[in-house]
């Protein structure tokens, strides 16, 4: 059974940055696509940023693009969300996902892996508040 532990999270001031990783267990990461996502108090859980299985495909919200960067290192079975010039809308509780791979095309796995029903692992999440 896969098991996903966040860490990284904290407080940070507007503009600063983060980066976030998530550490997998159980299993390896190789044949997972990849995503992290967010919830903020009192909104739905979003998808922020994921990553096709190869590592050659990302997709990001359209709020994040440009600011946070998803990678992933299969040798250390970690996923990581680099998050530069934060924002106080971007406080949450992130979390880092996974599935199986269901698609050959990195390409249409980067289209469809912002979805969060797609996922069947999920980490505890870890707190990341931006605010003066």
């Known amino acids: 059974q896969l098991q996903l532990v966040e860490s990284g999270g904290g407080l940070v001031q507007p503009g600063g940055s983060l980066r976030l990783s998530c550490a997998a267990s159980?299993?390896?990461?190789?044949?997972?696509?990849l995503g992290w996502f967010r919830q903020a108090p009192g909104k739905e859980r979003e998808g922020v940023s994921c990553?096709?299985?190869?590592?050659?495909?990302?997709n990001s919200a359209d709020s994040v693009k440009g600011r946070f960067t998803i990678s992933r290192d299969n040798a250390k079975n970690t996923v990581y969300l680099q998050m530069n010039s934060l924002k106080p809308e971007d406080t949450g509780v992130y979390y880092c996902?996974?599935?199986?791979?269901?698609?050959?095309?990195?390409?249409?796995?980067?289209?469809?892996?912002?979805?969060?029903?797609?996922?069947?692992?999920w980490g505890q999440g870890t707190q990341v508040t931006v605010s003066s």
């Open positions: 159980g299993d390896t990461l190789d044949d997972y696509v």
């Open positions: 996902a996974a599935q199986p791979r269901r698609f050959r095309s990195s390409t249409i796995q980067a289209l469809v892996c912002l979805t969060a029903s797609g996922y069947d692992y």
């Open positions: 990553i096709s299985s190869s590592g050659s495909k990302t």
